[in-house]
């Protein structure tokens, strides 16, 4: 069988914690349970798409928020797939998971937490993707408890709707309202209110085409993946049109059984660029990473108007994202990859104190560059790393001797490990790897077991280009050191370092990735030139 990437990128991308909300018992707030248990098909397609891809990774489960902290605090990767929903206690903590993860060193997939907060309330996405100049449907928000301000309604029919709840939660045939306002819209706020305790959006049912559209990042750029349409087949007249809580997550109700999915959707070209424009401008506007997806209502007149976009939607095997991703020819492991270099590069320029910088205009096509092993995306991709060997030695040494930071002595000390770990490969003391960049050793990273100690290592020696830094090489390397270690049982990582001003940059770098001061031997190298000691604790598997 045909490898989906090539070997390049296998062993370029870090280790990853698969994160997901546990499954509610069925009868806990209002008993989704379909929907709810839907995010373990989520989890299994990506365990199964980053081990056909040589990526390491571990899964866990949360049930609330308060429970992250211990999780993140144990965890050694850097790369966090978020597929955290909801939590026991509702949906809202759960756009709070990014935040907390960068509080903790590492970076989540999918939208940021500023993204999602707004992105998960659909009335305040409204009123921001209104205020842009994109059309969305009119309609009022009902506060919990409270009620209708009837002057502000368009004309019917409406749909009512949470707020604030995802997978077409609460949305059934009842909550489309074709009169007007009376009793069967009075009961429907009502219900909706008791179950969600939350707002209710009561807004303008537009009839027409259903369309999605998957946007996917790829680097700094993003663009369409394809274009969808469900078709409402077989709905006799008085069957409200709409993609409900049985059509998406009931395999026995006539909904689910007459909404099949076209990808691509027969539109015009007229059409596409506009659905393909809107739904840019809609990801930049709520400030969208990664992946999502944006739903359409087409009107008769060919008109789009925006439902709602969904940052980090449904990606299992039967969802839409995924059905675009295999319409566009890409594989889904592809898909999963470039998801996890995105976060990737974002943690390093995190460690590093730089801020990415979005791409000014998104081209209409995302770019498959980290899975297509082009030359041209090379310089984009995360360096490889790879022991070293005998050819690397006069590259290695140059490098760090281009560092600037040691003496001669320290020089041949740095010869006689290099050349012991190549003679010696990995059965020896010193493990030795070089990152690469378009072919030449970019940053070397050496460290090995401390004599007479259980489970500790010494990071020995680390070295980057100097015309590479800030491009998160050492952070890479250093990771990789930290995940050999761990592979090997260590429990303890310790870096000796010198206290001279010079060194300072150095010093900030290992605290950045996780490192604390644990000693401080005064004119251990020379007089005012003191040694400090940095440890970090390794978490194994």
């Not at 009839?207 to 559209?213: L, P, T």
Request: glycine share 8%; charged share 25%; hydrophobic share 45%.
């Amino acid at each position: 069988m045909e490898d989906s990437l090539p070997a390049q990128t296998k062993f370029s991308l870090p280790d990853v914690l698969i994160l997901h909300n546990r499954p509610r018992p069925s009868a806990h707030l209002g008993g989704f349970l379909e929907s709810d248990a839907g995010v373990l098909e989520e989890v299994a397609a990506v365990e199964a798409a980053l081990a056909e891809s040589g990526v390491r990774f571990r899964t866990a489960a949360v049930a609330y928020l308060t429970d992250l902290p211990a999780v993140l605090a144990a965890a050694r990767e850097p790369v966090v797939f978020n597929l955290v929903e909801s939590f026991h206690d509702g949906p809202d903590d759960a756009a709070l998971v990014p935040a907390v993860c960068r509080a903790f060193g590492k970076e989540a997939t999918g939208g940021s937490t500023d993204c999602l907060i707004p992105a998960l309330d659909k009335a305040q996405a409204k009123a921001i993707l209104a205020a842009r100049g994109l059309p969305v449907p009119r309609g009022v928000v009902v506060i919990a408890g409270g009620k209708l301000a009837t002057a502000g309604l368009p004309p019917p029919p409406w749909i009512v709707k949470p707020a604030r709840s995802d997978a077409s939660e609460g949305i059934h045939a009842e909550s489309c309202i074709f009169q007007k306002p009376g009793p069967r819209l009075n009961r429907a706020l009502a219900r909706l209110h008791e179950q969600f305790q939350q707002p209710v959006i009561v807004e303008e049912l537009v009839d027409g085409r259903e369309i999605n559209v998957s946007v996917l990042q790829d680097g700094a750029e993003a663009g369409v993946v394809a274009i969808a349409e469900i078709i409402f087949q077989d709905f006799e007249p008085e069957r409200p049109r709409i993609v409900d809580y049985a059509a998406k997550w009931l395999p026995d109700s006539f909904e689910y059984q007459n909404t099949p999915r076209v990808v691509p959707a027969p539109v015009g070209k007229r059409l596409e660029r506009r659905l393909r424009e809107l739904s840019l401008r809609a990801w930049r506007s709520l400030n969208c990473t990664d992946y999502a997806r944006v739903d359409f209502r087409v009107a008769a007149d060919g008109s789009p108007c925006i439902l709602e976009v969904n940052p980090n939607p449904d990606i299992s095997p039967g969802g839409g994202f995924a059905a675009a991703v295999e319409a566009a020819g890409m594989k889904f492991a592809e898909f999963v990859c470039i998801v996890v270099a995105n976060a990737s590069a974002r943690q390093q320029a995190m460690c590093a104190g730089k801020p990415l910088e979005p791409a000014a205009s998104p081209p209409a096509e995302p770019r498959r560059l980290r899975s297509a092993g082009s030359p041209e995306a090379a310089a984009g991709s995360p360096p490889p790393i790879r022991r070293t060997v005998a050819a690397d030695r006069d590259a290695v040494l140059e490098l760090v001797a281009a560092t600037g930071a040691f003496r001669p002595d320290e020089m041949d000390v740095a010869r006689e490990v290099l050349d012991e770990a190549i003679a010696q490969g990995a059965g020896g003391h010193y493990q030795s790897y070089a990152a690469e960049v378009e072919g030449r050793v970019a940053g070397w990273v050496c460290f090995g077991p401390t004599p007479c100690t259980i489970g500790t290592w010494d990071v020995y020696w680390l070295a980057v280009s100097p015309l590479l830094h800030g491009r998160g090489i050492g952070t890479r390397l250093m990771n990789h050191a930290h995940a050999m270690i761990a592979g090997r049982g260590g429990r303890l990582a310790i870096v000796e370092t010198s206290g001279r001003p010079d060194y300072e940059r150095a010093r900030g770098f290992y605290l950045a990735c996780g490192y604390r001061e644990a000693s401080r031997l005064p004119d251990f190298y020379a007089p005012g030139d003191d040694k400090i000691v940095y440890s970090r604790m390794i978490s194994a598997r």
